[in-house]
């Protein structure tokens, strides 16, 4: 690919819009410059849309992406997080390394559809189906790692390691796929993983646990300290009242407590729902300057809870979104479950409003992207910055209400007002990935995802 020259009717900046814009990216879609257009500059494509930094996802199972919508079916028992994960065992015993790369294909097409370039993968679907290692260790990592490039996203893949099936219980038959052991086991699956990710483009290897409930403290001390510097963790914790219950029975403590009392935790460490929190263990969260990763659509739909938003924002707490089981893929919309769930509790609005700012918006969208760069162990100093890749999410000016609204109101009016049939296309690395809402393999990936689940006979 040559440098490109792409102009836009406006270009969000740190500091606002920017109008009538030039980007110019190099052969590897990097930006050279960011500029205003000057009359008669040669431009490559003329773009009717608004660019904004594209949404990064910083946490995804994408094997679940082929049970969405399956677990609502009831016939009258009592159903919660418990019997829905129960559900989810029994698709993961099913899925093959083939099976695996088809399904994340079409999640993650899906995604660039929606405006996302980029993915933290939780990724604890390790073995074969009888629980033994593949011959290559990280085979099933590969899988998703080819179905990223496919679909032309960035991809953090975050090897978990999972060890028991409950605070000093054994794992058990179901969870057979995910169990090391060893951690002498797991770390050789992170070097493999390591090694595997060097033969692909944009994608980087995060590191983590599956939770407090899944490892012990030994393994998880060792865990830590294996990272390398800067490199993300990640960690499921406080996400379900029965969690808490079993912390603080087993463990005398809660699980942020008890996490923070055993472990260094630093501004690298991504807490993932940490809905079920105290004044407390908020403040030792901030204090370090620990991430959450909240899930909105996911954690309404298990039940599990709504986390202290508007607490934790005011006191500046580093955040991102996540759409996890993928019940839903909508970035905005996981935005507004956010926001709306803490309008509800606290009947004020809004709740992205910060620090003097007045566009809630932009204030979400931007933190969001800061957030979810530091989910993926990616420099977060400023978005659309020269010399890193453009990656764009691209509003179609031609609708109707974007093409009637000033640049004041259109952070606005994207995020509260619009859906997916706003958004024109996703740049990644520099090149369309998605123009005119079409994903560019849209047909070969529908095809054989669609070949894959009628095999699979789970829906």
């Known amino acids: 690919m040559k440098s490109q020259k792409y102009l836009f009717k406006a270009l969000l900046t740190p ?190 290897i995060g590191i983590g646990a599956h939770s407090i409930r899944s490892v012990n403290l030994d393994p998880l001390s060792r865990l830590v300290a294996y990272r390398l510097p800067n490199q993300a963790f990640h960690i499921h914790i406080a996400e379900q009242l029965k969690e808490v219950e079993d912390a603080q029975r087993n463990l005398r403590q809660r699980p942020v407590e008890w996490l923070f009392s055993n472990i260094e935790v630093d501004q690298h460490f991504h807490l993932v729902h940490a809905t079920h929190i105290t004044a407390k263990e908020m403040e030792m969260i901030l204090t370090s300057r620990a991430n959450v990763v909240i899930c909105p659509s996911t954690e309404a739909n298990l039940g599990d809870g709504i986390f202290p938003f508007n607490a934790f924002y005011a006191k500046n707490g580093n955040w991102s979104i996540g759409t996890d089981s993928h019940i839903g893929l909508n970035h905005l919309e996981e935005l507004r479950w956010l926001d709306y769930g803490q309008r509800l509790i606290h009947h004020q609005r809004t709740s992205f409003i910060h620090q003097g700012q007045p566009d809630g918006a932009q204030n979400a969208l931007i933190s969001s992207w800061k957030g979810g760069r530091n989910a993926m162990g990616l420099s977060a100093a400023h978005f659309f910055e020269i010399g890193d890749y453009f990656d764009a999410v691209v509003i179609d000016a031609s609708e109707p209400l974007i093409a009637t609204t000033s640049l004041k109101h259109l952070c606005n009016t994207v995020l509260y007002a619009q859906n997916q049939s706003m958004i024109y296309g996703t740049i990644s690395a520099g090149k369309w990935i998605v123009k005119q809402g079409k994903h560019q393999y849209a047909e070969s990936i529908k095809k054989n995802f669609v070949e894959t689940i009628r095999k699979m006979a789970n829906r």
Not at 174 to 191: C, G, M, P, S, V
Request: aromatic share 12%; with cysteine; hydrophobic share 35%.
């Open 15 to 204: 500091e606002g819009w920017l109008e009538q814009t030039v980007v110019t990216v190099d052969s590897l879609g990097k930006i050279e410059s960011i500029k205003q257009y000057i009359a008669d500059e040669t431009i490559d494509e003329r773009v009717e849309g608004y660019a904004l930094p594209s949404f990064q996802n910083a946490h995804s199972h994408a094997f679940q992406y082929a049970m969405a919508g399956l677990a609502e079916y009831h016939e009258g028992q009592t159903d919660d997080f418990w019997s829905w994960r129960n559900a989810m065992y029994d698709l993961a015993l099913r899925v093959s390394p083939e099976q695996l790369e088809a399904i994340a294909t079409q999640l993650y097409a899906q995604m660039a559809c929606m405006g996302y370039t980029a993915v933290a993968e939780f990724h604890y679907l390790h073995h074969q189906h009888n629980g033994k290692p593949f011959e290559n260790t990280s085979e099933m990592g590969q899988s998703l790692m080819r179905a990223a490039q496919r679909a032309g996203l960035h991809l953090t893949l975050i090897p978990i390691l999972y060890q028991q099936g409950g605070i000093h219980q054994p794992p058990t038959e179901k969870q057979r796929r995910f169990i090391h052991a060893d951690i002498e086991d797991f770390f050789t699956l992170i070097e493999s993983s390591k090694q595997a990710s060097s033969t692909f483009e944009r994608v980087n």
